[in-house]
Protein backbone atom coordinates (compact mmCIF):
# COMPACT_ATOMS: atom_id res chain seq x y z
CA UNK A 1 0.00 0.00 0.00
CA UNK A 2 1.37 3.55 -0.96
CA UNK A 3 1.87 5.20 2.19
CA UNK A 4 -1.06 7.46 3.62
CA UNK A 5 -0.84 11.19 3.63
CA UNK A 6 0.79 12.66 6.90
CA UNK A 7 -1.98 15.52 6.82
CA UNK A 8 0.14 17.96 8.49
CA UNK A 9 3.85 17.54 10.51
CA UNK A 10 1.94 15.62 12.95
CA UNK A 11 -0.81 14.90 11.43
CA UNK A 12 -2.99 17.25 12.57
CA UNK A 13 -5.07 16.20 9.71
CA UNK A 14 -6.30 13.04 10.89
CA UNK A 15 -7.56 14.39 14.25
CA UNK A 16 -9.54 17.39 12.53
CA UNK A 17 -11.46 14.90 9.94
CA UNK A 18 -11.78 12.61 13.20
CA UNK A 19 -13.53 15.39 14.89
CA UNK A 20 -15.85 15.75 12.21
CA UNK A 21 -16.77 12.06 11.76
CA UNK A 22 -17.28 11.40 15.61
CA UNK A 23 -20.65 14.21 15.90
CA UNK A 24 -21.70 12.85 12.45
CA UNK A 25 -22.65 9.17 13.53
CA UNK A 26 -24.31 10.96 17.25
CA UNK A 27 -25.87 13.46 15.11
CA UNK A 28 -27.09 10.78 12.99
CA UNK A 29 -28.71 8.34 15.68
CA UNK A 30 -30.26 11.49 17.30
CA UNK A 31 -31.60 12.72 13.94
CA UNK A 32 -32.52 8.92 12.20
CA UNK A 33 -33.10 6.85 14.93
CA UNK A 34 -35.87 4.54 15.64
CA UNK A 35 -35.87 3.13 12.39
CA UNK A 36 -37.05 -0.38 13.87
CA UNK A 37 -38.93 -1.36 16.39
CA UNK A 38 -40.24 -4.16 18.56
CA UNK A 39 -38.06 -7.05 19.95
CA UNK A 40 -35.58 -6.14 17.25
CA UNK A 41 -35.03 -3.01 18.77
CA UNK A 42 -34.82 -4.52 21.94
CA UNK A 43 -32.12 -6.47 21.29
CA UNK A 44 -30.59 -4.01 19.18
CA UNK A 45 -30.27 -1.79 22.10
CA UNK A 46 -28.75 -4.05 24.59
CA UNK A 47 -26.48 -5.33 22.20
CA UNK A 48 -25.53 -1.93 21.79
CA UNK A 49 -25.02 -0.64 25.67
CA UNK A 50 -22.84 -3.76 25.66
CA UNK A 51 -20.60 -2.51 22.69
CA UNK A 52 -20.77 1.39 24.22
CA UNK A 53 -19.80 -0.50 27.53
CA UNK A 54 -16.47 -2.06 26.54
CA UNK A 55 -15.96 0.87 24.12
CA UNK A 56 -16.08 3.16 27.20
CA UNK A 57 -13.61 1.15 29.30
CA UNK A 58 -11.28 0.56 25.99
CA UNK A 59 -11.09 4.30 25.64
CA UNK A 60 -10.74 4.73 29.16
CA UNK A 61 -8.14 2.42 29.95
CA UNK A 62 -5.79 2.70 26.77
CA UNK A 63 -5.61 6.85 28.25
CA UNK A 64 -4.97 6.15 31.38
CA UNK A 65 -2.23 3.39 29.74
CA UNK A 66 -0.68 5.74 27.81
CA UNK A 67 -0.10 8.31 30.58
CA UNK A 68 2.34 11.11 29.70
CA UNK A 69 2.62 9.56 25.83
CA UNK A 70 -0.63 10.51 25.15
CA UNK A 71 -0.89 13.03 22.50
CA UNK A 72 -4.02 13.88 20.06
CA UNK A 73 -2.33 13.81 17.03
CA UNK A 74 -0.97 10.26 15.49
CA UNK A 75 2.40 11.30 15.53
CA UNK A 76 4.47 10.49 18.69
CA UNK A 77 6.00 12.77 20.71
CA UNK A 78 9.41 13.25 20.93
CA UNK A 79 10.29 12.88 24.23
CA UNK A 80 7.25 9.72 24.43
CA UNK A 81 8.44 6.20 25.20
CA UNK A 82 6.32 2.65 23.59
CA UNK A 83 3.65 1.23 25.22
CA UNK A 84 3.24 -2.06 25.32
CA UNK A 85 1.65 -3.19 28.55
CA UNK A 86 -1.67 -2.22 29.88
CA UNK A 87 -4.60 -2.42 27.40
CA UNK A 88 -1.65 -2.35 24.71
CA UNK A 89 -0.47 -5.86 25.96
CA UNK A 90 -3.45 -6.87 23.56
CA UNK A 91 -3.79 -4.04 20.84
CA UNK A 92 -2.33 -1.93 19.61
CA UNK A 93 -4.74 0.79 19.57
CA UNK A 94 -7.35 0.33 22.04
CA UNK A 95 -8.53 4.21 22.07
CA UNK A 96 -9.66 3.77 17.98
CA UNK A 97 -11.20 0.12 19.30
CA UNK A 98 -12.73 2.10 21.80
CA UNK A 99 -14.28 4.77 19.70
CA UNK A 100 -15.50 2.48 16.96
CA UNK A 101 -17.05 -0.02 19.62
CA UNK A 102 -18.92 3.02 20.81
CA UNK A 103 -20.30 4.51 17.51
CA UNK A 104 -21.27 0.88 16.74
CA UNK A 105 -23.01 0.56 19.67
CA UNK A 106 -24.78 4.46 19.61
CA UNK A 107 -26.09 3.25 16.26
CA UNK A 108 -27.51 0.30 17.46
CA UNK A 109 -28.60 1.89 20.63
CA UNK A 110 -30.65 4.73 18.95
CA UNK A 111 -31.45 2.25 15.76
CA UNK A 112 -30.69 4.05 13.10
CA UNK A 113 -28.65 2.88 9.61
CA UNK A 114 -27.41 5.87 8.88
CA UNK A 115 -25.65 6.02 12.45
CA UNK A 116 -24.96 2.78 11.71
CA UNK A 117 -23.34 3.03 8.18
CA UNK A 118 -21.50 6.20 9.49
CA UNK A 119 -19.72 4.03 12.37
CA UNK A 120 -18.36 1.59 9.56
CA UNK A 121 -17.11 4.35 7.73
CA UNK A 122 -15.26 6.04 11.11
CA UNK A 123 -14.21 2.14 10.98
CA UNK A 124 -12.61 2.58 8.15
CA UNK A 125 -11.01 6.04 8.79
CA UNK A 126 -9.20 4.53 11.98
CA UNK A 127 -7.83 1.58 10.15
CA UNK A 128 -6.52 3.98 7.82
CA UNK A 129 -5.20 6.56 10.54
CA UNK A 130 -3.95 3.82 12.73
CA UNK A 131 -2.00 2.43 9.66
CA UNK A 132 -0.39 6.28 9.02
CA UNK A 133 0.39 6.14 12.49
CA UNK A 134 2.10 3.00 12.49
CA UNK A 135 3.92 3.83 9.64
CA UNK A 136 5.99 6.71 12.29
CA UNK A 137 6.31 4.58 15.35
CA UNK A 138 7.68 1.84 12.63
CA UNK A 139 10.66 4.86 12.08
CA UNK A 140 10.40 5.88 15.53
CA UNK A 141 10.93 2.39 17.12
CA UNK A 142 12.93 -0.57 16.62
CA UNK A 143 10.86 -3.15 18.42
CA UNK A 144 7.18 -1.95 16.90
CA UNK A 145 7.44 -4.39 13.93
CA UNK A 146 7.74 -7.34 16.32
CA UNK A 147 5.08 -5.45 18.78
CA UNK A 148 2.75 -5.28 15.98
CA UNK A 149 2.84 -9.10 15.05
CA UNK A 150 1.89 -10.29 18.57
CA UNK A 151 -0.70 -7.93 19.07
CA UNK A 152 -4.07 -6.95 17.41
CA UNK A 153 -5.04 -3.56 16.43
CA UNK A 154 -7.93 -3.01 17.65
CA UNK A 155 -9.83 -5.61 19.62
CA UNK A 156 -8.51 -7.94 21.92
CA UNK A 157 -8.10 -11.22 20.12
CA UNK A 158 -10.64 -10.15 17.06
CA UNK A 159 -8.79 -7.80 14.71
Do not use: C
Not at 30 to 58: F, I, N, P, Q
Amino acid sequence: MRQLPDLGPRGEGWVLLQFALLPLVVLAGVLAGDAWGGALATATALVGLGLMGVGALLVGRGLLDLGRNLTPVPAPRDDAQLVESGSYASVRHPIYGGLIATALGWSLVMASPLALLLALVLAGFFELKSRREEAWLRERYEGYPAYMERTRRFFPGIY
